[in-house]
């Protein structure tokens, strides 16, 4: 099993950039693909950006060329680093894993449902 842990969400005015983290802990020892969703209020959970175990990446149209994925193997700590921020990025953030193959674009699709959710850091951005 895995345990997620979300951290370094916060309030920034447009323009400005936040990096969240996400640290693993649990049975790392087998690779497994991950996430990041959001969730503004009203609004339903979208997917934001993932990697798979191979190490590829996706993104979701609206965060290209603004976020950037990276990942500490060492650590087992997804980060996700956030740039040129707006405030339709408001949201609370969450990061998710699963054991399974999944691909990195099916997952910011949202067509596979992820086992194991972080509780999630909320990002306020001002406009």
């Known amino acids: 099993q895995l345990q997620l842990v979300e951290s370094g969400g916060g309030s920034v005015q447009a323009g400005g950039s936040l990096r969240l983290s996400c640290e693993v802990y649990?049975?790392?020892?087998?690779?497994?693909?991950m996430g990041w969703f959001r969730q503004a209020p009203g609004k339903e959970r979208e997917g934001v950006a993932a990697i798979d175990s191979d190490g590829r990446t996706s993104y979701a149209d609206s965060v290209k060329g603004r976020f950037t994925l990276s990942k500490d193997n060492v650590k087992n700590t997804l980060y996700l680093q956030m740039n040129s921020l707006k405030p339709e990025d408001t949201a609370m953030y969450y990061c998710?894993?699963?054991?399974?193959?999944?691909?990195?674009?099916?997952?910011?699709?949202?067509?596979?449902?992820?086992?194991?959710w972080g509780k999630g850091t909320p990002v306020t951005i001002s406009a």
């Open positions: 998710a894993a699963d054991y399974r193959a999944f691909r990195a674009p099916g997952i910011v699709a949202g067509r596979h449902s992820m086992d194991y």
């Open positions: 649990g049975y790392t020892y087998e690779s497994y693909s």
